[in-house]
T-cell receptor
Framework: AQSVTQPDIHITVSEGASLELRCNYSYGATPYLFWYVQSPGQGLQLLLKYFSGDTLVQGIKGFEAEFKRSQSSFNLRKPSVHWSDAAEYFCAVALNDMRFGAGTRLTVKP | NAGVMQNPRHLVRRRGQEARLRCSPMKGHSHVYWYRQLPEEGLKFMVYLQKENIIDESGMPKERFSAEFPKEGPSILRIQQVVRGDSAAYFC?????????????FGPGTRLTVT
């Protein structure tokens, strides 16, 4: 069955520390891959996307993600987290339709 | 170019009333998607529409919920006889199409509270 998994429900990192949010998918073919961010009470904003080509994609706000076909993963990374990055992050995959992971809530400690 | 518009932003209904949520896609987008986000949960797909057609409603509850995207005007998500469990944020997204144009742009959401 097609699925998107974000294994970490909640992650806490210190400001300035590096961040990696995990996303795994289970699809028969390589889907299109997305990361969205949702601040409290807001809609979703696209951080980055992967369709094809270079497997390391750069996004907005200093985020990047790497597509690893062998691991069926599309993990989101940021070298140095800022307090304003505290939000909910959703991985999404699209083949015939778009499915979202359950989300990872990021808390940033001062 | 205005983004995806949703109104109202907040909607309060008593149990048994009807809720109508509107979504105007981005200019030039002909694909609309509705999602529901329950408190402390992720997004759940409800329905995918193109102009005058429902393409996929596999995520829509079988009763009380309906959606349309007429030739003219916004897409409407309608919930009849609302119950407390319908309280959630409802997000609309639009896209140009599929393939490389699959990227969905989200509206700010409508937060429905059923009292």
């Amino acid at each position: 069955a097609q699925s998107v998994t974000q294994p970490d429900i909640h992650i806490t990192v210190s400001e300035g520390a590096s961040l990696e949010l995990r996303c795994n998918y289970s699809y028969g073919a390589t889907p299109y891959l997305f990361w969205y961010v949702q601040s409290p009470g807001q809609g979703l904003q696209l951080l980055l996307k992967y369709f094809s080509g270079d497997t390391l994609v750069q996004g907005i706000k200093g985020f990047e993600a790497e597509f690893k076909r062998s691991q069926s993963s599309f993990n989101l990374r940021k070298p140095s987290v800022h307090w304003s990055d505290a939000a909910e992050y959703f991985c999404a995959v699209a083949l015939n339709d778009m499915r979202f992971g359950a989300g990872t809530r990021l808390t940033v400690k001062p | 170019n205005a983004g995806v518009m949703q109104n109202p932003r907040h909607l309060v209904r008593r149990r048994g009333q009807e809720a109508r949520l509107r979504c105007s896609p981005m200019k030039g987008h002909s694909h609309v998607y509705w999602y529901r986000q329950l408190p402390e949960e992720g997004l759940k797909f409800m329905v995918y529409l193109q102009k005058e057609n429902i393409i996929d409603e596999s995520g829509m509850p079988k009763e009380r919920f309906s959606a349309e995207f007429p030739k003219e005007g916004p897409s409407i998500l309608r919930i009849q006889q609302v119950v407390r469990g319908d309280s959630a944020a409802y997000f609309c997204a639009s896209s140009l199409g599929t393939g490389d144009t699959y990227e969905q742009y989200f509206g700010p959401g409508t937060r429905l509270t059923v009292t």
